[in-house]
């Protein structure tokens, strides 16, 4: 990207150590267009090579040339209230006169990154690498290069199933049951429901992945939920005695590992919603709150 100041010009790119065997993810962007980026852990090293080109023929006297690794919270309601939990910097060159194209390599060594990268409703986790060239005039120069943190969850040693019960009385009873209640990002739900007592006339049952985002706190949280995936059990009346099979792929859909009090700031938690609707257009639901956790990077 280039940056122009009382007719001076420089251009300011980075590449990662790792070269093409660096980890990338597709993920949105704030306009919501797909990028691809690097993707680290915690714990690893971060570093490359930083590359300063001035426009042809133009020199650029400055005070210093800094990089930083940064990691913010954002509060989309409350834009003043960024919280940087991450904080490195190192001087990538004292101050003086830069004459042409140049390279400094760079390392941050065993980077922890506590938190994974998230965008949600109302709040947002981000990661990125910051080069700034410091001027006395003409402007100061920065530029951004946003990378992804993922983190690997310790799997669960207990991993039961879930099985509930949805009744209206002398009406409805209908038992389902999902095999385990705890599920990596590229699991399958599997489950059976059964139909024990159907006296009034469902027209199709589906069940839902809801999120719920938490953010903030006291007076000032905000909750939001959003369905992520819909999977259709049956279109049409069941009868008593009947069993239907669930079985609902997670791989493709926007699914995070769940999130408990981030930074003290938000909580991420999702739901298995089960749906059922009869031929009035009445709307039956019940809850379950299951644990997603991530198994690979």
Known sequence: MSFFGLGRAVTIDLTHANGDTQRTASVKSDRGASEVLPVFTTNETIGGTVHLSPAPGKKIDHLGVKIE????????????????????????????????????????????????????????????????????????????????????????????????????????HIEFEYAKGKYHLRDVVVGKIFFLLVRIKI???????????????????????????????????????????????LTPYDITPTYKNVANRFSVKYYLNLVLVDEEDRRYFKQQEITMFRHEL
């Open 203 to 249: 027209k199709h049952m589906e069940v839902e992945i809801r999120r719920r985002e938490s953010a903030g706190g006291g007076s000032n949280t905000y909750n939001e939920s959003e369905t992520l995936a819909k999977y259709e059990v049956m279109d049409g009346a069941p009868v008593r005695g009947e069993s239907v099979p669930v079985r609902l792929f």
């Open 69 to 172: 690794v940064l990691g913010q919270t954002e509060l989309y309601f409350d834009r003043q209230d960024g919280h940087d939990f991450v904080s490195l910097v190192a001087e990538l060159l004292n101050p003086g006169e830069l004459q042409g194209p140049l390279s400094v390599p760079f390392e941050f060594k065993n980077v922890v990154l506590p938190h994974e990268s998230y965008r949600g409703i109302n709040v947002r986790v981000r990661y990125f690498i910051r080069v700034t060239i410091t001027r006395s005039y003409g402007g100061t120069v920065t530029q951004d290069f946003p990378f992804v943190c993922r983190l690997l969850s310790v799997p669960p040693e207990i991993n039961t199933g879930i099985k509930m019960e949805v009744g209206i009385e002398d009406c409805l």
